[in-house]
């Protein structure tokens, strides 16, 4: 990792689109930033490409649904003895079709990919006033879930091994032909954001009860032209990493445990 004297941020899936935004703005606020994607001839052009423009950008290769590619990216950062100041999980997909291999590789990436990386950078991160930013949609809100199961996601004292048994609960479901008389939605994808969501509560419970100062956030970017989001939507990919950067960059004492769209928080 080359020298900088700005902080460190970390943008997962960031070879293109909002995530490559993200690592463009983040770089014109003078920060360094490792733009990591599991596809490394994209990700190194894409870092390539930032560095072109006079930013601060290296590139380190991440599959966040590998656990050996996330463990050896945090070994890599702990050997440079640098500190992050900023973790955006950024990396997603959205599957066409639906059924139990769709379930399955959505949530990999999604919903325990995120939490996997954030595990393994966590001991990385600057107490104090670091952020951890998921990148969410609205598509997550719990509107789309049962009120039972919105109870359940809602819930105060929801605890990580609970929220990764609703999240396996719904594969299972899936799998079983269940997951309507159970009240799930018939979308991986909005599964995957309201659980995220829910992680993002509990993260951000965990460490204010430890005193360690570091934001965690949920972002919905909105609908943005992206490969993901298509031609057709109303937003620029710099409106969508607006809010990113807006949660990445906030100062100590800044919000902790919300959902933001446009910087104003929204509801779950």
């Not at 490559?20 to 606020?29: A, K, N, S, W």
């Not at 991160?125 to 949609?137: D, K, N, T």
Request: aromatic fraction near 6%.
């Amino acid at each position: 990792m080359s020298e900088s004297q700005g902080p460190l941020a970390i943008v997962t899936g960031a070879n293109r689109g909002i995530g490559l935004e993200t690592c463009r703005q983040l770089g014109r606020h003078g920060w360094q930033v490792l733009l990591t994607s599991r596809d490394e001839d994209s990700g190194r052009k894409a870092s390539l490409t930032l560095a072109g423009e006079g930013l601060p950008v290296d590139y380190h290769p991440l599959d966040v649904g590998d656990a050996a590619s996330v463990a050896a990216l945090a070994e890599d950062l702990n050997r440079s003895g640098r500190r992050i100041r900023a973790l955006v999980n950024n990396a997603g997909v959205a599957l066409d079709g639906f059924n139990a291999d769709v379930a399955q590789r959505t949530l990999a990436i999604n919903f325990f990919g995120p939490q996997q990386v954030t595990d393994a950078l966590l001991p990385l991160l600057e107490e104090g006033h670091a952020s951890i930013v998921m990148v969410s949609s609205g598509m997550g809100e719990l509107s789309c879930l049962s009120s039972d199961l919105r109870q359940q996601f809602l819930a105060s004292d929801l605890t990580r091994a609970q929220l990764d048994q609703l999240m396996n609960d719904f594969i299972q479901a899936v799998t079983d032909g269940s997951y309507s008389q159970q009240g799930w939605p018939g979308s991986a994808y909005r599964v995957s954001k309201a659980g995220l969501n829910a992680l993002t509560r509990i993260l951000a419970r965990e460490l204010a009860e430890k005193g360690s100062g570091i934001h965690v956030n949920s972002v919905c970017p909105g609908w943005v032209r992206t490969d993901m989001g298509g031609p057709h939507a109303a937003r620029p990919v710099s409106k969508g990493a607006e809010t990113i950067v807006w949660a990445a960059l906030l100062p100590a004492g800044g919000p902790n445990g919300g959902f933001f769209r446009d910087k104003r928080p929204v509801g779950w």
